[in-house]
Nanobody, 125 residues
Framework: QVQLVESGGGSVQSGGSLRLSCAAS????????MGWFRQVPGKEREGIAS???????LYADSVKGRFTISRDYGKNTLYLQMNSLKPEDTAMYHC???????????????????WGQGTQVSVSS
């Protein structure tokens, strides 16, 4: 069983930066397909970044060039560096891990088996 715990959310002004962390236990992040998702109340969960087991990455157009997904194998932690934040980035952010399809880059929530509880990011104008 994989357990994921996010941290690092908070309130920032437009143009600011945050780094989200997702500490994993129960399995090595290097062997998992992982991703970051965000959700606003009343809207569907949106996949924004994915990393596969060989380190390839995929980003949604909405965050491309501003957000970076990465992993620290020693700390067994997934990160999301968020720069140039905009008010429309305000959401609950979740990390997720998928078993199998290790080389795939997927931004679809249904393709992930394990989820963290989320961390709130609020960006003011």
């Amino acid at each position: 069983q994989v357990q994921l715990v996010e941290s690092g959310g908070g309130s920032v002004q437009s143009g600011g930066s945050l780094r989200l962390s997702c500490a994993a236990s129960g399995y090595a992040v290097s062997r998992l397909r992982m991703g970051w998702f965000r959700q606003v109340p009343g809207k569907e969960r949106e996949g924004i970044a994915s990393v596969n087991t060989v380190g390839s990455t995929l980003y949604a157009d909405s965050v491309k060039g501003r957000f970076t997904i990465s992993r620290d194998y020693g700390k067994n932690t997934l990160y999301l560096q968020m720069n140039s934040l905009k008010p429309e980035d305000t959401a609950m952010y979740h990390c997720a891990a998928g078993a199998g399809k290790g080389l795939f880059l997927l931004l679809t929530p249904d393709e992930y088996n394990f989820w963290g509880q989320g961390t709130q990011v609020s960006v003011s104008s």
